[in-house]
Nanobody, 124 residues
Framework: VQLQASGGGLVQTGGSLRLSCAVSGHRSNNYKMGWFRQAPGKQREFVAVINWGSGTLYYAESVKGRFTISRDKIKDTVYLQMNSLKPEDTAVYYC??????????????????WGQGTLVTVSS
């Protein structure tokens, strides 16, 4: 499985960005596609995850109501729509693919494959 993340950039507080993660090489609806982020000097943290097959979603509390994860099976792409961005959302965002149990998908060690990351900077 290969993942290619894109869409990061510089945005002002309150602005929006949409990240994309192009997926190739997978043939299973059992994959769960997650977004994580890592701010400077901090550990990578869970943001959101979607079940590729069923579309079931799960969000971190810090982004719930502001971010939306979705997938397009035709384009083989996972999206992260980010609205009402805050300076604390500044981070490198990574997409990952997991076959783990739903209850474990907030853990980065449950992800088998990762994209290269895309930088999101929110200015105050």
């Amino acid at each position: 499985v290969q993942l290619q993340a894109s869409g990061g950039g510089l945005v002002q507080t309150g602005g929006s960005l949409r990240l994309s993660c192009a997926v190739s090489g997978h043939r299973s609806n059992n994959y769960k596609m997650g977004w994580f982020r890592q701010a400077p000097g901090k550990q990578r943290e869970f943001v959101a995850v979607i079940n590729w097959g069923s579309g079931t979603l799960y969000y971190a509390e810090s982004v719930k109501g502001r971010f939306t994860i979705s997938r397009d099976k035709i384009k083989d792409t996972v999206y992260l729509q980010m609205n009402s961005l805050k300076p604390e959302d500044t981070a490198v965002y990574y997409c990952g693919a997991s076959l783990g149990a739903w209850s474990t998908l907030h853990r980065q060690d449950m992800y088998l494959y990762w994209g290269q990351g895309t930088l999101v900077t929110v200015s105050s």
